[in-house]
């Protein structure tokens, strides 16, 4: 059989060892380059979770408060923001808060006068979000197998789901990049990089079969692109470029020369419930594919929900059956004692990458950022002033002066994208339509 | 998002309210109170005529549903399970499809391979082959394909699709393995996931659709799937361009079990009771259970299934009808006793106390906060809902003050005399606050009541006001005066023709669709409120039909 565009000496190989976890020889070919020169991966999470806390309880006296204590172990690779805001802009007035919030923090731009389908009061995106553009332009980002990932614990909102509370990640206006939120799915697509379908005659002849179902594919997506409208373009790119992924899942070739193994998660974890053990469970799982993805060089970007804007999660145990509804009241001490949860269910994730070796040497946290978010500040009013910020990350990303609270007050959520830009590679992002004011001095080296 | 402000009884300083989405797409949100939408009393219905086609030429992406439901009908397989983050299952107007990321891709392959696999096992029929087998190929790619992506396919895809079997033949060495390889190919391919409507140019930058792409509309719009085999041979023989052969299949579609069914589901989603599975009471609340819930879903769905389809009714009928089929768990919350042995009963539910969908179990409980009822839930159920007022998301000052009302003040009536009180909160929630108060005898789960408890104290409900809305206005003494306002209202038929006509095209209607749509709403009118016949007019539309030019092609 012909393929047409592989052939079957291109085919990765894998090793899988005992112990039920996947295991892989696995150096991509950018892990390679990346060995050979010396130079490390820079890795950019944005770790979200929703409706707000308490702000009193946040940072007390420009110190951390009782919500940031479940960090004081990894405090020294944290920096807390305090009196960062978050301002939309046009087209802002009257919308959802929740999803202006969080498309203003993850594009920067002003929103379009268009509802979602599936909203009521929400506003579309007009561009592409900043994790998507950067995944794709810089050199930091575009070399994995993986360009981005996004990822969530409970997908479920309080009420309507409404598109624009439910992602971080759009690929273009009105494309919103729902995060994955079952760990198996995550767990298969990264496999997929790693053990793509060689090995056996059961392989070769599954290789075979995709192949050729992709270049009949890939042919149907060339001739449709010719008649649709213009305005598909962002979506047949994504399409492309998502089939283009498969291909590589198919065609890795580098013969591997360092350790990494992708961990077994359950196929049957609970991704449609959003009690907090639940949710706890789905959130572990995926913190531990993401650290080996990260140890693996799979992906280097990450968007990350803890639940969507205005998520229904319970957490019962703090006398909260549905946060979001439980947000808008003025209920300091449950809102806290949420949020604290967020605390004690990310320190983890954090500790995690404090733990593993960088395969370049050091640790990850070294060469990770991680810019841990809310889409409110106080629930009851729905505030964008003195967002619940914190970055997290260590000497290769520039976070230098640590376990610190940062006043930055009167800088919007933009100035952190400035800040950061440098490091991780963008040289142009001069500007954003929404209010900025440029990189905060003393955040990034 | 609409619950943040009905918990919080957000106190508007400066209304920024909406025409609905249907009036004043495309312009900022006023500063002022939004008038009542509709046409006012004495006002004419007709519209602007000629209305020009304003559906614009457009792509998108099967949602989930709709390419599962395609699957299990293409195949004969059952349902496959699919979800890629879009969760359109509860959605009214169909949410807009995740893009095909890389784990959409996986995930589609996966279950294509799933799929192909089930669909060609020894035995199934798609691969029995009498003669020779690529004849036997040819033939399946020619009928499988073609209903897969709903047009005819051109020669050079069954070309490329044959090589996909020759290879799949050749793999396996078996005619299975081609036969199933075709599947795998098909439904991934963009032609099968994305649905166009395009159309064939029939003047300066108007479009008519083709006869293949009016079947899928149809066929999406009123069975949620692919066209079935004889709305496929109308495509196919051209015939369905006629607008009375396209009545015809529109009249047997509606006749159909599978499309009363799906219709009967989509105002379920209309009325919000797709969410009842997942509403939560809080732990004072007794009389309330998931079991409870699915049944008060099942109730109220029964009153939509009757009304549309064993009644030929009316919306005033649904709005007004009394008869009810509730079993065990339900009766004690209508006040009425059924033996669990009795299974669903049909009742007649109490005059003095219900009337109709909007004073059933079901969307009072899901209209209502975890603990306690809601003016404002309960106001924009009829306000948003029914008469497509749209007032937009009071600021954050604006949420403050409605929770020091919230915290201050204990009757729902209450508050919303709190908000009444306040200049620049009036200009909104005068709007549908009263409508609210009308529905203060219903509990958080529905039950009907004439006093409440609080702090200790019993004190009597009052539900009547004065409601200042479109051709609503005017004083009622109870939800089911009000309820008869709403049952008579010509502004509600004209808000629900946009509302199902905007589900029909799966997108917002804009002002110049409302332009088009108005002579469905005057027919609506004309027929008396039937909404079987609304839902005929709106399937058999031209405005279903045509299409303008969004300009660019994908370069």
Redesign the interface.
């Known amino acids: 059989m012909s393929s047409g565009f592989l052939s079957r000496h291109d085919r990765r190989w894998f090793l899988k060892l005992a112990g039920g976890s996947v295991a892989l020889a696995h150096w991509l070919q950018s892990g390679i380059a990346r060995a050979e020169t010396g130079t490390s991966a820079k890795r950019l999470v944005v770790l979200h979770r929703p409706n707000g806390g308490d702000p009193q309880k946040w940072i007390v006296n420009g110190q951390p408060g009782p919500i940031l204590k479940p960090f004081e172990n990894v405090w020294n690779y944290a920096v807390a923001l305090k009196g960062m805001t978050v301002r939309p802009g046009n087209n802002s007035s009257g919308a959802d808060p929740h999803g202006a919030a969080l498309q203003t923090i993850m594009t920067g731009a002003h929103l379009l006068n268009e509802v979602p389908n599936g909203s009521d009061d929400g506003r579309w995106n007009s561009v592409e979000s900043l994790d998507q553009t950067w995944s794709k332009k810089s050199p930091v980002f575009n070399v994995t197998p993986i360009r981005s990932l996004q990822v969530g614990a409970n997908g479920r909102m309080d009420g309507l789901q409404e598109p624009q509370n439910r992602t971080l990640s759009y690929g273009a206006a009105r494309t919103p990049l729902f995060p994955v939120i079952s760990p198996y799915d995550i767990q298969k697509q990264l496999v997929s990089k790693v053990m793509p379908g060689g090995g056996g005659v059961g392989q070769n002849k599954l290789f075979d079969r995709r192949t050729s179902v992709l270049s009949f594919v890939k042919g149907d997506l060339a001739r449709v692109r010719k008649q649709f409208p213009g305005e598909m373009k962002p979506s047949l790119d994504a399409h492309e470029a998502a089939l283009a992924d498969l291909e590589k899942s198919l065609s890795n070739g580098k013969p591997p020369t360092a350790m990494c193994s992708i961990p077994d998660v359950p196929a049957n974890l609970p991704i449609d419930n959003v009690g907090a053990n639940e949710v706890e469970k789905v959130g572990a799982a995926h913190f531990s594919l993401l650290k080996a993805a990260f140890a693996c060089d799979l992906t280097r970007m990450v968007t990350f929900m803890w639940g969507p804007g205005a998520s229904a999660g319970a957490f019962t145990m703090h006398g909260v059956g549905n946060h979001h509804s439980t947000s808008h009241q003025d209920e300091r001490a449950k809102l806290g004692a949420v949020d604290r949860w967020f605390s004690e269910k990310t320190a983890p994730f954090i500790q995690s990458l404090i733990d593993a070796p960088d395969p370049t040497g050091g640790k990850l946290i070294d060469n990770t950022l991680v810019w841990y978010i809310n889409e409110n500040s106080y629930g009851a009013n729905h505030s964008l002033d003195d967002m619940p910020f914190v970055l997290f990350g260590g000497d290769g990303v520039g976070l230098t002066s640590r376990g610190r609270v940062a006043d930055v007050s009167g800088r919007t959520s933009n100035d952190v994208w400035l800040s950061i830009a440098k490091r991780f590679g963008v040289d142009d992002l001069t500007s954003l339509p929404t209010e900025h004011k440029g990189p905060i001095p003393g955040l990034i080296s | 998002?609409?619950?943040?402000?009905i918990?919080?009884f957000g106190v508007l300083l400066a209304c920024?309210g909406?025409l609905g989405?249907l009036l004043e797409?495309?312009?900022?949100?006023g500063q002022q109170p939004s008038a009542p939408v509709g046409p006012q009393p004495g006002e004419p219905w007709s519209a602007p005529t000629p209305c020009k086609p304003v559906s614009?030429?457009?792509?998108s992406?099967l949602s989930d549903g709709h390419f599962t439901n395609s699957i299990r009908d293409l195949l004969a397989v059952a349902k496959p399970s699919f979800e890629?983050?879009?969760?359109?299952s509860?959605?009214f107007?169909?949410?807009?499809a995740?893009?095909?990321?890389?784990?959409?891709?996986?995930?589609l392959?996966?279950l294509?391979e799933t799929v192909a696999k089930s669909a060609t096992a020894p035995g199934s029929a798609l691969v029995n082959c009498a003669g020779d087998q690529v004849t036997c190929a040819k033939t399946f790619i020619s009928s499988f394909g073609a209903r897969a992506f709903r047009r005819p396919l051109t020669s050079?895809?069954e070309t490329?699709?044959l090589?996909?079997y020759t290879?799949?033949r050749?793999?396996?060495g078996t005619h299975n393995g081609g036969i199933s390889?075709v599947i795998?190919?098909v439904l991934?391919?963009?032609?099968m996931l994305?649905l166009?409507e395009?159309g064939t140019p029939i003047g300066a930058e108007a479009f008519e659709l083709t006869t293949h792409e009016v079947a899928s509309k149809l066929s999406y719009f009123l069975r949620n799937s692919i066209p079935d085999d004889a709305l496929w041979a109308a495509a196919q023989d051209g015939s369905l361009a006629s607008p009375e052969v396209l009545r015809t299949h529109v009249d047997r579609l509606l006749a159909t079990p599978e499309v009363q069914k799906n219709l009967t589901e989509v105002l379920s989603r209309f009325f919000g009771l797709a969410?009842l599975s997942?509403v939560?009471k809080?732990p004072r609340i007794v009389g309330f259970s998931p079991a409870v819930a699915q049944s008060m879903y099942e109730e109220s769905s029964a009153l939509i299934n009757d009304v549309l389809w064993n009644q030929n009714g009316t919306l005033s009928d649904l709005l007004t009808s009394r008869s009810a089929q509730i079993d065990a768990r339900l009766a004690p919350l209508y006040g009425l006793s059924i033996a669990p042995e009795e299974g669903k009963t049909k009742v007649e539910l109490p005059a003095k106390e219900r009337a109709g969908i909007l004073t059933r179990l079901g969307l009072l409980t899901v209209k209502a906060?975890?603990d306690e009822t809601s003016v404002v839930y309960r106001g924009l159920m009829a306000g948003?809902g029914l008469l497509c007022y749209?007032p937009?998301?009071p600021t954050?000052?604006q949420?403050?003050q409605g929770?020091v009302i919230?915290?201050t003040t204990k009757t729902e009536r209450g508050r919303a005399e709190a908000r009444a009180a306040i200049p620049s909160c009036r200009g909104c929630h005068s709007a549908f606050d009263p409508m609210g108060i009308a529905f203060e005898n219903y509990d958080t789960v529905g039950r009907f009541r004439t006093t409440q408890s609080v702090d200790g104290q019993t004190i009597p409900i009052d539900p009547s006001g004065v409601v200042d809305i479109g051709d609503v206005t005017g004083p009622f003494a109870s939800a089911l005066e009000l309820n008869d306002k709403i049952s008579r209202s010509r502004a509600v038929r004209w808000c629900m023709t946009q509302q199902l006509t905007s589900y029909a095209l799966?997108?917002?209607l804009d002002e110049a669709h409302a332009c088009t749509a108005g002579d469905l709403a005057q027919r609506f009118e004309q027929n008396g409120g039937n909404l079987r016949v609304l839902l005929k007019d709106i399937a058999s539309w031209s405005g279903i039909r045509s299409r303008t030019s969004?300009?660019?092609?994908?370069?």
């Open positions: 998002m609409r619950p943040i402000w918990i919080s920024e909406r989405n797409n495309g312009k900022d949100p614009t030429q457009r792509v992406r890629t983050g879009a969760l359109d509860e959605s107007l169909p949410a807009e995740s893009v095909v990321t890389p784990n959409v891709a996986l995930k392959q996966e294509a050079a895809e490329a699709l090589k996909v290879d799949g050749d793999i396996d390889l795998e190919a991934q391919a963009p032609s994305y166009s395009l969410s997942r939560q809080g906060s975890p948003r749209d937009g998301h954050a000052m949420l403050e929770e919230r915290k799966g997108a917002r969004t300009g660019a092609k994908q370069p």
